[in-house]
């Protein structure tokens, strides 16, 4: 990396840079005399690329006119540097008036051979008095700056957080789309057995009265058994051992195992029915029952498709205006924690949500609250441990509307407490995390009227975000 070549601003070159600065954008029209101040106070140079005027934690030296050339800024997120500012002859960096920053945010890199008027941060408490007009320029450039920088800094959170919800999203749309592929496939195959079944139920010409029992048996198939897998599985062992006692296939247990057919009806069944008609009879109930749970099963799995095509509609407001209007907080909050529930069980997370009935609206952007609690959620899987708990509770109080998010991982320790809402700062291991959730959360949440406090200690961590009922 060059060194800079300085060249001073006063005696020889003063007139020339004095011309230059009263050409420049940002401070050009300011009185001369305020322009001869600073050619007095300041130097000219000149810089080769990839000289670093700034350098990320590091306090910020001088502020700087740029005459000609390009300089970047650049912040590191999770782990990456990426740009977010670019500045160009016109432009002034570094060190602004009344600007509270103490040290660089990130790296403002010079990009090509470019010229820099340079006025040390000694001389700046002195300018709103010396220069009151080139102050008040800069300050109208510092608010244009921190504005940028929020919208570039939630653009990044939003484009973080869309990566997160598309790889839940697919995580958790995998699942059911392969059990209803699974099932079709499979459900052919049962379709087969059934015609076979039915063929030979037929040739087994059963009397009025031994397929009306047969119907009433076949009628227990219509809703399945809720058994653990030990309870499924004693259960598949009778059936199997009653089957094998008369004579009939044991692998119709299986299926007859998730039904509510009974021990005691398929005794009823073999009194009216027996020998090989019984074995036809069993096989026909069976193949039903194993195509309508196939059925089932693909029904459940494209509901669970269409639940969470609807949770992530309602998350995002894909469909709504952006405007403020009264928003549901308990119905934002399922919706998130739907989009969320795959990483909770990744996790093998408690993830549990509280909210009464008659929790009253809030008014503000539903997509940006929904924002703020897949942030703290989010966050909070991060925090606890393998099989922590993360519970979720709303409730109104008074005039507002109270969301907590808790979770039972080690806390926030004391000495970074403070700082945990800044951006760009994260405890998270490098390529984690962007340092720019809780900033994003606390910007969210004052946009719509909104508070937000942290209270942590070993085992407990409790975010709070009370907003404004609605009306």
Same mark, same amino acid.
């Given at each position: 990396?060059?060194?800079?070549?300085?060249?001073?601003?006063?005696? +020889?070159?003063?007139?020339?840079?004095?011309?230059? #600065?009263?050409?420049?954008?940002?401070?050009?029209?300011?009185?001369?005399?305020?322009?001869?101040?600073?050619?007095?106070?300041?130097?000219?140079?000149?810089?080769?690329?990839?000289?670093?005027?700034?350098?990320?934690?590091?306090?910020?030296?001088?502020?700087?006119?740029?005459?000609?050339?390009?300089?970047?800024?650049?912040?590191?997120?999770?782990?990456?540097?990426?740009?977010?500012?670019?500045?160009?002859?016109?432009?002034?960096?570094?060190?602004?008036?009344?600007?509270?920053?103490?040290?660089?945010?990130?790296?403002?890199?010079?990009?090509?051979?470019?010229? #820099?008027?340079?006025?040390?941060?000694?001389?700046?408490?002195?300018?709103?008095?010396?220069?009151?007009?080139?102050?008040?320029?800069?300050?109208?450039?510092?608010?244009?700056?921190?504005?940028?920088?929020?919208?570039?800094?939630?653009?990044?959170?939003?484009? &973080?957080?869309?990566?997160?919800?598309?790889?839940?999203?697919?995580?958790?749309?995998?699942?059911?789309?392969?059990?209803?592929?699974?099932?079709?496939?499979?459900?052919?195959?049962?379709?087969?057995?059934?015609?076979?079944?039915?063929?030979?139920?037929?040739?087994?010409?059963?009397?009025? +009265?031994?397929?009306?029992? #047969?119907?009433?048996?076949?009628?227990?198939?219509?809703?399945?058994?809720?058994?653990?897998?030990?309870?499924?599985?004693?259960?598949?062992?009778?059936?199997?051992?009653?089957?094998?006692?008369?004579?009939?296939? =044991?692998?119709?247990?299986?299926?007859?195992?998730?039904?509510?057919?009974?021990?005691?009806?398929?005794?009823?069944?073999?009194?009216?029915?027996?020998?090989?008609?019984?074995?036809?009879?069993?096989?026909?109930? &069976?193949?039903?029952?194993?195509?309508?749970?196939?059925?089932?099963?693909?029904?459940?799995?494209?509901?669970?498709?269409?639940?969470?095509?609807?949770?992530?509609?309602?998350?995002?407001?894909?469909?709504?205006?952006?405007?403020?209007?009264?928003?549901?907080?308990?119905?934002?909050?399922?919706?998130?924690?739907?989009?969320?529930?795959?990483?909770?069980?990744?996790?093998?997370?408690?993830?549990?949500?509280?909210?009464?009935?008659?929790?009253?609206?809030?008014?503000?952007?539903?997509?940006?609250?929904?924002?703020?609690?897949?942030?703290?959620?989010?966050?909070?899987?991060?925090?606890?441990?393998?099989?922590?708990?993360?519970?979720?509770?709303?409730? +109104?109080?008074?005039?507002?509307?109270?969301?907590?998010?808790? =979770?039972?991982?080690?806390?926030?320790?004391?000495?970074?407490?403070?700082?945990?809402? =800044?951006?760009?700062?994260?405890?998270?291991?490098?390529?984690?995390?962007?340092?720019?959730?809780?900033?994003?959360?606390?910007?969210?949440?004052?946009?719509?009227?909104?508070?937000?406090?942290?209270?942590?200690?070993?085992?407990?961590?409790?975010?709070?975000?009370?907003?404004?009922?609605?009306?």
């Amino acid at each position: 990396m060059t060194k800079p070549r300085p060249e001073s601003g006063t005696a +020889g070159d003063g007139g020339d840079v004095l011309a230059r #600065l009263a050409a420049h954008r940002a401070i050009g029209k300011v009185p001369r005399a305020e322009l001869e101040w600073l050619v007095a106070h300041g130097t000219l140079e000149r810089y080769e690329p990839g000289w670093m005027i700034a350098r990320k934690g590091e306090p910020v030296e001088a502020l700087y006119v740029i005459l000609t050339g390009h300089v970047s800024h650049l912040t590191d997120q999770g782990g990456t540097w990426r740009k977010v500012m670019d500045w160009r002859e016109g432009d002034v960096v570094g060190m602004l008036p009344y600007s509270r920053l103490a040290t660089a945010p990130g790296n403002s890199v010079i990009q090509v051979p470019s010229e #820099l008027f340079r006025v040390a941060c000694e001389h700046l408490p002195v300018l709103p008095v010396e220069c009151p007009q080139v102050t008040a320029e800069l300050v109208h450039v510092m608010v244009d700056r921190a504005r940028a920088f929020k919208v570039s800094d939630l653009q990044v959170e939003k484009m &973080a957080s869309l990566g997160k919800l598309a790889a839940g999203l697919a995580h958790e749309l995998n699942n059911p789309a392969s059990a209803a592929a699974r099932s079709a496939q499979l459900i052919s195959e049962a379709l087969d057995e059934a015609d076979d079944a039915s063929r030979a139920l037929g040739a087994a010409a059963l009397d009025a +009265g031994a397929l009306a029992m #047969l119907a009433r048996v076949r009628s227990a198939c219509g809703a399945p058994r809720l058994l653990s897998p030990l309870e499924r599985a004693d259960r598949e062992e009778s059936l199997a051992g009653w089957l094998l006692d008369h004579g009939a296939d =044991d692998a119709l247990a299986a299926p007859l195992a998730e039904t509510d057919v009974t021990l005691g009806q398929l005794g009823e069944l073999a009194t009216a029915i027996g020998g090989d008609k019984l074995h036809a009879s069993l096989r026909w109930v &069976a193949a039903g029952c194993t195509v309508r749970g196939l059925a089932r099963d693909i029904e459940r799995a494209a509901s669970r498709v269409h639940e969470l095509v609807s949770a992530v509609k309602g998350f995002t407001y894909m469909d709504r205006a952006a405007t403020p209007d009264s928003v549901d907080v308990g119905k934002g909050l399922t919706d998130t924690l739907a989009v969320l529930a795959g990483k909770a069980r990744g996790r093998s997370a408690i993830l549990t949500l509280t909210v009464p009935a008659d929790l009253p609206r809030v008014r503000g952007f539903g997509g940006e609250l929904n924002q703020v609690w897949a942030n703290l959620v989010d966050n909070a899987l991060d925090a606890v441990p393998e099989g922590g708990r993360v519970m979720v509770t709303a409730a +109104g109080e008074g005039a507002m509307v109270v969301v907590r998010v808790t =979770d039972d991982g080690p806390g926030i320790p004391i000495e970074v407490k403070s700082r945990i809402f =800044d951006p760009f700062f994260t405890t998270k291991a490098v390529g984690m995390g962007t340092g720019l959730g809780l900033d994003i959360v606390r910007r969210l949440v004052d946009r719509n009227e909104g508070s937000v406090e942290v209270a942590s200690e070993p085992g407990r961590t409790e975010f709070r975000v009370a907003l404004p009922v609605a009306g």
